[in-house]
């Protein structure tokens, strides 16, 4: 155990079909996660991206290749549960990983499989409800809750659990602009506080904020490196079915027309700020 | 139309009634119902429906909740006491609208009507509080505890509280999704409403195919998100809100013997003649 990433994936395949090895859903896949990292997957449907996650806490073992957890062996049953307690992840459909009918029910079921005492358990399920500015709703019942605030208390069954990385497979693809907004806002937040945050999508605005982007098209990482890096490759997005931020857009636009833009501006303030300077000149 | 259903749904609240331990409310509903169905007169049924109409009182519940649910039986309500009516042939006969057929109300079938129609309120009164005033989690859990002893017959209880937590969880979901399947069915031109009865049966088909494959692509996901949050089905777990029988139950408790002993004071061994109201059964 060398460097001890807390996510090391290395040369991981991963097939669905034990019979056709050609298959595969995960080719050769190589990435880390260190502690208060926040990491971006790109790819668009059928990219693997969903299997990544199931890989990164031993709900699926890599076929070939090897998936480590803080040093521990994804692969080894041994493990399971340490590492479900560090990476914890959370899923596309808000509806199909709440188990409870009561909020604070559902949050508590994490730490009631740990077999903590229920003291614990409570200070633990107020505390992850507080995190995700779902605390006044702890009493309200799950199905009538937003698509948004379903998916904020999934996030709080995780961080019951004191996860030390969150994954979050598509978790906004099911809900509304203002419920995708909430759930940003939320894995920004827990990422400010020192969790590391894997976040795995399809919308270029969510890859904004990372330290890092990851881009997977055909089960392969095409891409890595910075927001920045990324999106200034627009074809190569283009060419996987993905698209680049409105922003980055405009701008590439405005610097083809020959406006002096400098760098590449990511968020809209940034390009307002840029412009600003620009007219000022 | 399906949505109006409150029976069985949980109205969270910190009455008198919501604070008793689930255990106790689950015994103590059982033993009324018992009770329901040994009282033979008019004295000791009034007491039970009255007593079920404090416990309502004390439970905080709005009494508009209460109406709706009673609205459900209506039919089977009315049905008995027709059937009562009907069929009782004791007492003084007080009209004979068909005497061709021999068919004849009497005192003893009207009576034995009203005593049958008070008896099935009380019950859905009394039993309904219980769902209304305990969450689902709470219900599963106090059934696994009371079920416990069952053990020893190798009767997995925790699964089976499991699965009645899970299923109580997505009766709302499931609704939802059939009337978003029947809206999705009649957007093609499916005719749902009209038609004989076999033919509205035959209709239901396609709405009941996706919902149960549909169904399992819920429970797939669902076992993924349990396991995530360390759920294995045999561990050892803990709760959050431990069981406690307190000073509440006892009172309770209490009470609920008071009312027994009048209910088979009356009925069985009563000689005074001071209960004026006659025996029915």
Redesign the interface.
Same mark, same amino acid.
């Given at each position: 155990m060398e460097n001890k990433h807390l996510l090391d994936f290395q040369n991981v395949f991963y097939t669905y079909d034990e019979e056709d090895k050609d298959s595969f859903a995960v080719k050769d896949i190589s990435f880390t996660v260190d502690k208060g990292e926040y990491v971006v997957i790109l790819g668009h449907n059928g990219s693997g991206k969903s299997t990544i996650a199931?890989l990164s806490?031993s709900?699926f073992v890599p076929s070939e290749g090897k998936v480590f957890v803080d040093g521990m062996d994804t692969a080894d049953e041994k493990n399971e549960?340490k590492i $479900?307690?560090k990476v914890? =992840?959370v899923?596309q459909?808000p509806?199909?990983?709440? =188990?409870?009918?009561?909020v !604070? !029910?559902d949050v508590?079921?994490?730490? !009631?499989?740990?077999?903590?005492?229920?003291k614990t358990? $409570?200070e633990r =399920?107020d505390n992850a409800l507080k995190a995700v500015g779902m605390y006044d709703y702890r009493?309200? !019942?799950?199905?009538r809750l937003s698509g948004g605030q379903k998916q904020r208390v999934?996030i709080a069954? #995780?961080i019951a #659990?004191l996860p030390e990385c969150i994954v979050f497979d598509e978790p906004t693809a099911m809900l509304d602009p203002r419920g995708r907004r909430e759930v940003i806002n939320t894995a920004r937040k827990l990422n400010s506080e020192g969790m590391s945050i894997v976040l795995i999508t399809h919308f270029m605005e969510e890859a904004v904020f990372a330290d890092k982007v990851i881009v997977v098209d055909g089960g392969r990482i095409l891409a890595e490196g910075t927001p920045r890096e990324i999106f200034s490759k627009t074809e190569m997005l283009i060419s996987c079915g993905l698209d680049v931020p409105d922003t980055v857009k405009l701008s590439l636009l405005l610097k083809e027309k020959g406006v002096p833009i400098e760098g590449l501006p990511l968020t809209e303030e940034e390009l307002t700020e840029e412009y600003l300077r620009i007219l000022n000149l | 139309m399906i949505k109006d259903i409150t029976l069985g749904q949980f109205f969270p609240g910190s009455s008198f009634i919501h604070k008793l331990d689930p255990r106790a409310k689950i015994v103590i509903t059982l033993c009324f119902i018992v009770a329901l169905f040994l009282c033979k007169n008019f004295f000791s049924l009034g007491l039970l429906f009255v007593s079920a109409l404090v416990a309502i009182a004390l439970s905080k519940i709005s009494f508009k909740v209460i109406l709706k649910g009673l609205k459900m039986i209506v039919i089977l309500v009315v049905f008995t006491g027709i059937l009562q009516i009907v069929y009782n042939d004791e007492g003084t006969v007080l009209w004979k609208p068909f005497e061709q057929f021999g068919f004849q109300i009497t005192t003893g079938g009207v009576f034995s009507a009203v005593f049958i129609i008070v008896r099935i309120i009380a019950l859905i009164l009394f039993s309904s509080l219980l769902t209304y005033t305990t969450s689902p989690t709470a219900l599963a859990d106090a059934i696994e505890r009371l079920l416990s002893p069952l053990k020893i017959f190798k009767v997995n209880v925790n699964s089976l509280s499991m699965m009645m937590t899970i299923a109580l969880r997505f009766i709302p979901t499931l609704i939802e999704e059939i009337d978003i399947i029947m809206s999705a069915q009649k957007a093609r031109g499916a005719d749902l409403e009209t038609g004989t009865l076999t033919q509205r049966a035959k209709a239901l088909v396609p709405v009941f195919i996706p919902l149960i494959v549909s169904s399992f692509r819920r429970a797939y996901e669902l076992a993924f998100a349990m396991e995530c949050r360390c759920y294995t089905g045999d561990n050892k777990r803990t709760r959050m809100k431990e069981m406690k029988l307190g000073i509440r139950d006892y009172i309770a408790f209490g009470v609920l013997l008071l009312l027994v002993a009048v209910v088979v004071y009356t009925s069985f061994f009563n000689t005074f003649s001071f209960f004026i109201f006659q025996q029915v059964i």
């Open positions: 199931k806490n709900i549960f $479900r307690e914890g =992840v899923f459909n509806d199909n990983q709440i =188990v409870a009918s009561i !604070e !029910e508590a079921f994490g730490p !009631e499989n740990l077999g903590i005492p229920p358990i $409570r =399920v009493l309200h !019942e799950t199905h999934a069954g #995780m #659990m | -």
